[in-house]
């Protein structure tokens, strides 16, 4: 029995642009990180998720708070993370570059000023739409379409950001919400489903803007009695660079009022789960001869090791199986894969967890005549998450 009622998982903005990738736009120290784990916990407790909510932060490159919507007496566009006030719009420092949106740009900053929770500060263009940025961060999305196959369930995409007038860190609503365009205004749609959760569950990126805003929103729509359904995941949501205050006073200020908050690895415990159903998420590097012989298997089992392979080394994390994958497997073979698949937690308590070199260069050693019993232990089918040429 789950012991956290009926729960939902609220995903934000978890967007190629957003992780510490290359070619990020905006990349989050942690991000990708962050999202691994998750990806993970996706994994092993989906059967307990009634839904999952993904929001999508979604902008053209013309956008108030992009660099081409401004411009000084030059005609020079600000700098990525300029901030600009009330009194740079008023004195003429910053103006609208489309002159027609000059009084309504001073209007925006203005009400901004007035709410108190932000300036606007000018971000590098990031998600925008149609964009490789703005795709879910793979091993995330790989994880979304297994849960959804498996669990027959779509999952909720939720998108925001696409009025170029108005920020819209907040899933909830835009900061400055404009009676014209609905898509601005509070999203009553997600408001009445995220409403039948017991607990809601909370991940995404960043911690210090848009995960920020969308709680207190959503705390402020559901009311005080609520903000005990609210639990934040904390090691899967990280803030952006130079703004970790704003982070750890949002995670502050919400506990207070009630908001819980948990980590990956506790969280199966506090949903009841017993230890037979619990599950374990593993990674594996391969080439092409050994993934053919999996497939072959129907994606269920690892193929037998041969003499010169004494042991079998799945590793904790797809960040260390993607370096292997890259830096061996394509050298040895042409190519490398990386593999995800989910063992029962009781087969897998019998092997520590084995520390090889950096932080998360942790692995597993199951001995090649135990493989078998390993084979028999897996939930669900193995699956490539990543490929490398």
Not at 82 to 92: L, N
């Amino acid at each position: 029995m789950n012991t956290l009622g009926k729960t939902q998982l609220l995903i934000i903005d978890p967007q190629n642009d957003f992780c510490d990738i290359p070619g990020a736009a905006l990349p989050v120290p942690g991000a990708q990180a962050d999202m691994q784990r998750l990806a993970g916990l996706v994994a092993r407790i989906g059967q307990q998720l009634d839904a999952i909510h993904v929001t999508l932060d979604t902008h053209n490159p013309l956008d108030i708070a992009h660099p081409g919507w401004w411009q000084d007496a030059a005609g020079a566009s600000p700098a990525p993370f300029t901030v600009i006030s009330v009194d740079d719009v008023r004195q003429g420092r910053w103006q609208a570059r489309d002159a027609s949106q000059a009084a309504r740009s001073l209007a925006y900053v203005q009400t901004l000023a007035e709410r108190g929770r932000y300036q606007l500060i000018i971000w590098p263009e990031h998600c925008l739409l149609g964009s490789w940025g703005h795709n879910v961060e793979a091993t995330l999305f790989a994880a979304l379409l297994q849960w959804g196959r498996t669990q027959l369930r779509t999952v909720n995409y939720v998108t925001k950001g696409i009025n170029p007038t108005t920020e819209h860190y907040s899933a909830i609503q835009a900061e400055v919400p404009d009676d014209a365009d609905p898509d601005t205004l509070v999203n009553q749609a997600l408001l009445a489903r995220l409403r039948q959760a017991d607990t809601i569950l909370i991940a995404g990126e960043a911690l210090s803007h848009c995960v920020a805003s969308t709680v207190r929103d959503l705390a402020e729509q559901l009311g005080p009695g609520h903000i005990g359904k609210l639990m934040l995941l904390t090691d899967c949501a990280s803030p952006v660079s130079g703004f970790e205050s704003l982070g750890r006073h949002f995670v502050e200020e919400m506990s207070a009022m009630g908001m819980r908050t948990m980590t990956v690895d506790r969280l199966p415990s506090q949903m009841g789960l017993e230890s037979a159903d619990a599950t374990v998420v593993l990674y594996r590097p391969t080439g092409p001869q050994e993934l053919a012989l999996v497939r072959a298997s129907g994606n269920t089992r690892w193929p037998a090791r041969l003499p010169e392979q004494p042991i079998f080394y799945p590793v904790t994390n797809a960040e260390y199986a993607s370096e292997i994958a890259a830096d061996w497997n394509v050298k040895a073979s042409g190519s490398g894969y990386v593999t995800r698949f989910v063992v029962r937690k009781t087969f897998m308590d019998r092997y520590p967890v084995q520390c090889v070199g950096a932080a998360h260069h942790t692995e597993w050693w199951v001995p090649a005549e135990e493989l078998e019993a390993l084979n028999d232990n897996i939930v669900g089918s193995i699956e490539v998450i990543a490929e490398f040429n």
